[in-house]
């Protein structure tokens, strides 16, 4: 079986940041994914799942609603080890912007006070309960601290090469 190739990244050496995953192209377009790390894999404990539902509506409010690139993005969704997102972009779009743009999301989040869009009601959202505003908006401004100092040479994954 073909390995999965971020299965090859040393996730120990992951700190919290910005990684480019992986590029394809998809017709004319290029797809960019980007791995959206809040936390230090096993340095760090994992996002609650509530801290983790509360950063993907938000998240998805500003980067699909707010953001300059609100028209490229294509996806953004947790990831099952809880330490971070996948974030799909189509076009062009430098480690430097997505950055920028992402740095604005989380201090979105951050500031953000009120209902959360889709926790109202049950048929908006598969489990609408599952949230935890105070705790995710500390997170948020924890990695939006993080992005303030990252630079597109940190973005690169540590590969295992055994
Ligand atoms: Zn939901």
């Known amino acids: 079986m073909d390995k999965v190739a971020t299965f090859e990244v040393d996730h120990t050496q992951l700190k919290p940041g910005v990684y480019v995953s992986r590029q394809d192209r998809v017709g004319n377009e290029i797809v960019t994914t980007f791995d959206v790390r809040v936390t230090a894999p096993y340095q760090e404990a994992p996002l609650s799942p509530e801290v983790l539902h509360t950063l993907e509506h938000l998240g998805a409010v500003y980067l699909r609603g707010k953001s300059p690139l609100a028209g490229q993005i294509l996806y953004w969704g947790p990831m099952g080890c809880q330490t971070g997102f996948d974030l799909l972009v189509s076009g062009e779009v430098s480690v430097q912007k997505i950055v920028e ?35 995710a908006k500390q997170a948020a401004q924890q990695f939006a601290d993080v992005l303030l100092n990252w630079r597109e040479q940190d973005s690169m994954y540590p590969r295992r090469t055994n």
Do not use: M, R, S
């Open 101 to 135: 743009v992402l740095h604005q999301t989380f201090l979105f989040v951050a500031d953000f006070e009120g209902e959360i869009p889709g926790a109202q009601f049950a048929w908006q959202c598969g489990n609408y309960k599952l949230h935890d505003l105070q705790e």
